[in-house]
């Protein structure tokens, strides 16, 4: 029949009688064929998933990272089963919120590549059921992983990642660099980035109706923030990076807080040099389109 098939009317009623006969019988005659000849074949079926079950749970897991997207293995030839299982860890990510935008930004500065689920904040994707069953925060980012795991958060998802891969280091070497790092994300996201959200919740028309407002501590917030970028330009006049002379994950939480600043009309004032000079740096950089 499938040599038939391949022929421009090789399936017609008088080249293939019996099966044009089998095409005219009733909907009910023709399942009750069907589930008979895949009866045949359940037996075969179920002892195929078996064997894979049992292959899948008695091998070790062991991660793998494909460098530019390229992995290669040479199987053992003594090895008889040996199976591999290609996943990569979804990011429950949103494309405009700075949370998620700070992990995409490290995953690139890894090189690593990664599955991005996008949840969309403004349709109340983060509030829906299916969502908080991930989350129950209901908060990107969440980074799942192969077992299950659910990490949340985005400072403790770059830890993660840099536990695995170490390399560049983005939270520091020393024990001396780590406590600077620490330091300085500790205190952009106290002093920087939750002014900056308070400032957009309580000012900008997104939240109206969506949240209660209080204009006045939004006003505060936003000039909150905009003396924390005045003391940063200082601050950035005797360090090239936000922590010391390389490149962190504090440059990461920074970058993240001044661009998501524009959403409540915050931005580098042209007398701010050094600001402009670290905020130009690091946006040069390919994972800043992240
Ligand atoms: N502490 C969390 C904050 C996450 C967070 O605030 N996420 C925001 C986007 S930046 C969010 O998902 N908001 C959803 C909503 O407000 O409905 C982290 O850093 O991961």
């Excluded at 983005?170 to 002014?195: D, H, K, N, T």
């Excluded at 900056?196 to 997104?206: I, P, S, V, Y």
């Excluded at 409540?264 to 040069?284: E, K, M």
Aim: hydrophobic residues 45%; negative net charge.
């Amino acid at each position: 029949m499938r040599h038939r098939s391949t022929i421009p009317g090789g399936t017609c009623d008088f080249d293939l009688p019996d099966f044009s006969f089998w095409l005219s019988l009733p909907n009910s005659e023709r399942e009750a064929t069907l589930t008979q000849w895949l009866g045949l074949l359940r037996p075969l079926c179920d002892s195929i998933a078996e064997l894979l079950w049992l292959t899948r749970q008695s091998g070790r897991i062991r991660t793998e990272t494909a460098v530019n997207g390229v992995f290669h293995i040479t199987f053992e030839r003594n090895n008889p089963v040996q199976l591999l299982r290609v996943a990569i860890a979804p990011l429950y990510d949103n494309a405009f919120a700075p949370s998620p935008r700070r992990v995409r930004m490290f995953l690139a500065e890894k090189g690593l590549s990664f599955e991005r689920v996008e949840v969309d904040i403004a349709a109340g994707a983060t509030s829906s059921a299916e969502f908080l069953a991930v989350n129950p925060l209901g908060e990107v980012p969440v980074l799942e992983l192969d077992d299950g795991t659910r990490l949340t958060e985005s400072l403790a998802i770059c830890r993660y990642i840099e536990a695995l891969h170490p390399e560049p280091p983005l939270l520091g070497v020393s024990p001396l660099e780590q406590a600077r790092i620490e330091g300085m994300v500790l205190g952009l996201m106290f002093r920087l980035y939750l002014p900056t959200t308070h400032a957009f919740r309580h000012t900008h028309k997104f939240w109206q109706g969506r949240i209660e407002q209080v204009t006045a501590y939004g006003e505060l917030a936003r000039q909150q923030v905009i003396g924390e970028w005045q003391r940063l330009d200082a601050h950035l006049a005797s360090s090239a990076f936000m922590a010391g002379e390389r490149f962190s994950l504090a440059d990461i939480v920074g970058f993240t807080t001044l661009e998501f600043g524009k959403v409540v009309g915050i931005r580098p004032q042209a007398t701010q040099l050094h600001l402009l000079r670290w905020r130009d740096t690091i946006a040069a950089r390919p994972s800043a389109a992240a």
